[in-house]
Each structure stands twice: as C-alpha cells, then as structure tokens.
C-alpha cells in the first residue's frame, strides 16, 4: 500500500473533461489496490491567462514541484491561434513547466489494439502488431531558442541549439528502453542538412557503444515520415529531436486509429507529467463526446513509471482493452458499422472502463 499526491491539471478545452475521467480511474485502482491518493488542482494555459494573467502562475508551478506525479489536460485558445502577436499565450505555460521541471523526455507509446485496426485510415495488414515507443527531446531545439524578428518585423528567426549533453541524457533513456524491448534503436535526424542533427548522430553513435545488444539505425526525418505510414513495424524504439518528435508522433496517432488514444509521459529530474497528445479540442470543448481513453491510459503510465505500480497500470490498459472488445467506442474510433448504442460519450466510456477495473 502507497499514499502518493497527485495534482490535477486539466488546463483548457477538453482537458477539463479527459482527466476528470482519468481521476476517476485513480480513485478506482486506489480503492481495488489498498492505495490512498491525495488530490489537488492548478491552473495552467489559457484558463491561467484568465484568472491572473500567466499562463503558469508560480502557485501553479509550486504544486507541480511538491506532488509525486502530475495528471495533465492541455492548453490551447482558438484566440491566440489567429492573433499570432499575442505576447502571452498558453503554450508559454506548457514550455515553462517542461523546462523547470526538468522535463528532458518525452514517452510516447504507439500501440495499437487490435480491436482499432479498422479505425485508422492504413491498411489493416500493415497496422496489425505495430508497437512503437517514441522519446522525443523535450527541453532543447527551436522551442528553447533564441528567436525574435528584425528587419522591422519582416525577418523572423528561430535558434536550434542543442549541447552534447542533452543529447547523451535522452538518448540513454531511450536505449535503456530498448533493452526492455525488441533490442532495436532507431534515430531520426536530418544529419544531411542541419548541424543540431550533425551532432544529434555523433553523439548517439557514440552511446551507442555502450549498447552492443541493441540494433540501432539512423534515419533522416523525412524518410522516417515515410516509412511510419508505409512499414510502422519495422521500428521498435525512435529517438528523435523536439521538432521532429513533435510531428512525428501526431503522425503515428494514425497508426493507433485516433489522437484521443494515445497517452504520453514526460519525465526527466523531478516529477513527471502525464497527458493525452489530443490537444485542447475546443472544436468539440463542451460536447461530453471528447474520447478520454488517452487520459485513462496516461494514468495508467502514471501508475507505471512515476509509482512502480506494474500491476496497476496494467489493470488499466487491460480495462480498457476490455471495453474496446465488448464495441463501445466514442465517436472518433467509431465506423458505419458501430451500431449508435455502442457510441458514448466521455463520461459513459469512462464508466465502462472503470466496471472492468
């Protein structure tokens, strides 16, 4: 038995409504599991903007700081996408909080169940066992750069930067991961062109001795785009730069059938945060049909990797599957043949998977 703190951070759109349903998937393993779990809130992004104008208010980020594990929602305004001059924006929130935690890697898994091969637009033969788990850089690249603009206005400039050591951290992570696995690595730059990538590949050649029984590859990132979509079980472990990691895996939720089914994990040297990769959504905020299967399954990392509870996390991906086989879909993995009583919404599908926990 643990007791463990655990903030709530739904931030905007529909990530108020995805980690109410993720809390409730932890209050359920807490109960079948003899944990205790302590809860509390913070604010973060545009909701943040609203009620003090920072999109992370250093009350926010002291919670972050004192809690064991953070479930996270997403940030993001539909008024600050069309008002590119805005000088204070959500995402500075996301930024910030990755970079004062310390929060260097991003874990993405893409698995795909079975139950989703037809939910995604690829071929069926091609999808079927794809299982990738990608670690994206997180705290370096033109995210972090220097970047501003000249020539009154009409010259604008992002910095990619990237030091050796930032380099080597990540890409240890994703080695040691490797070894839990299928023992192969593939690393994606665009060493051709860009001298970050230049350095990227050095530094991971030389890792890369240091792990004789993992098979590692290195790809260019355009070739990588390709072969995601035309042979996604070739890769087993990708580790990639902030950019490309970026892009990379919103492409891979097509091999999982949708955005709404893929959790993610951000960790580094303090507490790790846990999220679905969907987004705000405000196109659909209020609607209760938001898929919240992604914070479920973040919550099940969260259990995993934060807590070492194995057993726990399973018994959520394994919900999960269950409801997935029984037909209840919402609304973004369902097809023509879903019959309308097997579509749900947010809370209903969050009901189900906690009758099978």
Known sequence: MATK?????????????????????????????????????????????EATGNPLPDESLEKMRKSDAVLFGAVG???????????????????KMRKELGLYANLRPIKLFDELLEASSIKPEILKGADILFFRELTGD??????????????????????????????????????????????????????????????????????????????????????????????????????????????????AGSMGMLASASIGDGTGVYEPIHGSAHDITGMGVANPLASILSAALLL???????????????????????GFRTRDIANAQTPADKILGTAAMGEEVLKFI
């Open 5 to 49: 703190h655990i903030l709530i951070v739904p931030g905007d759109g529909i990530g108020q409504e995805v980690t109410a349903v993720g809390k409730k998937v932890l209050d359920k393993i807490a109960v079948k599991f003899g944990h205790t779990f302590t809860y509390d809130e913070a604010l973060i992004g545009h909701v943040a903007i």
């Open 77 to 95: 305004h539909p008024k600050y996408d069309n008002d590119p001059s805005a000088k204070v924006r959500p995402e500075q929130g996301l930024l």
């Open 142 to 255: 033109i995210y972090f750069g220097e970047k501003g603009r000249k020539n009154n206005g009409d010259t604008a400039y992002d910095i990619a930067e990237y030091s050796r050591y930032e380099v080597e951290r990540i890409a240890r992570k994703a080695f040691d991961a490797a070894r839990t696995r299928r023992k192969k690595l593939c690393s994606v730059d665009k060493a051709n062109v860009i001298e970050t990538s230049r350095l990227w590949r050095e530094v991971v050649q030389k890792v890369a001795l240091e792990y004789p029984d993992v098979e590692v590859e290195h790809q260019f990132v355009d070739a990588t785009a390709m072969l995601l979509i035309k042979d996604p079980r070739r890769f087993d472990v990708v580790v990639t730069a902030n950019l490309f990691g970026d892009i990379l895996t919103d492409e891979a939720s097509q091999i």
């Open 304 to 326: 995993d990797i934060s807590f070492n509870m194995k057993a726990e996390s399973e018994t959520v991906i394994k919900a999960v599957e269950n409801v997935l086989k029984e």
